[in-house]
């Protein structure tokens, strides 16, 4: 085996789980897994993704013709006469392009995300300390809403943000909830937002400046369309850390 493969062949796990490798390349991954405990712990982690990824998918019912199509293809695919050499990693992918919907889809959500865990893992061996892209800042509910609950997110920079709310109880047609954002004593609406039947709602939080100047972010009952300043209920809210 070369050693180009021996220092290479986690990249070659993920095709090698889709059977997306040549015989020969199989072939010498096989022998390096068989001595080597670092590659069999990762194929090990990458093909219980693989037999799980299907029971992740919403069960639907497939239209009448998709089984008609699907034996079709599989009948043509018996009366094809064997390659006269052994297909590439690229012509099997090719042929993943040809199967029916139903497959081919499956297909990419195994490769996409075998590759963005394999992906992952490699940033993070690189990356001894774990960094944090963005705050996540979890809103206090108020008696108001005792069972509500609101995350607000600010990107790292803290230019800007999304709030998100749940079980917050749904509004007639005359009120919405109006967010606000306090800095030194001045409250400045972030706007507002109604929820849908569940109580459930996002915002992207409109300010004249970066959100991470601000102090704290409430959120109350206001009549439609806003107020200039709070006047109703408050019922969530929490504070900002710098």
């Not at 497959?103 to 959500?109: E, M, N, P, S, V």
């Not at 993070?124 to 963005?134: D, I």
């Not at 967010?179 to 929820?195: A, C, D, H, M």
């Not at 704290?216 to 709070?230: A, C, K, L, R, Y």
Request: glycine share 8%.
């Amino acid at each position: 085996m070369t050693a180009e493969l021996i220092n290479h062949v986690l990249d070659l796990l993920p095709a090698y789980v889709v059977d997306a490798l040549t015989d020969e390349e199989t072939g010498q991954v096989a022998e390096h897994l068989a001595g080597c405990q670092t590659c069999q712990e990762e194929l090990a982690r990458l093909q219980q993704v693989a037999d799980d990824l299907p029971l992740a998918l919403a069960q639907t019912t497939p239209p009448p013709r998709v089984k008609e199509v699907l034996m079709s293809a599989i009948h043509s695919r018996r009366l094809e006469a064997a390659p006269a050499k052994q297909p590439t990693a690229w012509q099997k992918l090719a042929g993943f392009l040809r199967m029916p919907l139903p497959a081919l889809g499956l297909t990419f959500i195994v490769l996409l995300a075998i590759g963005n865990i394999f992906l992952l893992r490699q940033l993070n061996l690189a990356n001894n300390q774990a960094t944090t892209p963005m705050k996540v800042i979890a809103l206090a509910n108020t008696q108001n809403a005792p069972g509500a609950n609101g995350t607000l997110i600010i990107n790292q920079p803290g230019d800007y943000g999304t709030l998100v709310v749940d079980k917050l109880a749904t509004l007639d047609s005359s009120q919405q909830y109006q967010v606000w954002l306090l800095n030194n004593g001045e409250r400045i609406s972030g706007g507002v937002f109604s929820v849908n039947p569940d109580g459930y709602a996002s915002l992207e939080i409109m300010a004249p400046k970066p959100l991470a100047q601000f102090d704290s972010v409430g959120i109350t009952i206001e009549p439609f369309g806003g107020s200039p300043g709070p006047t109703g209920p408050k019922v969530l809210g929490g504070a900002i850390p710098h």
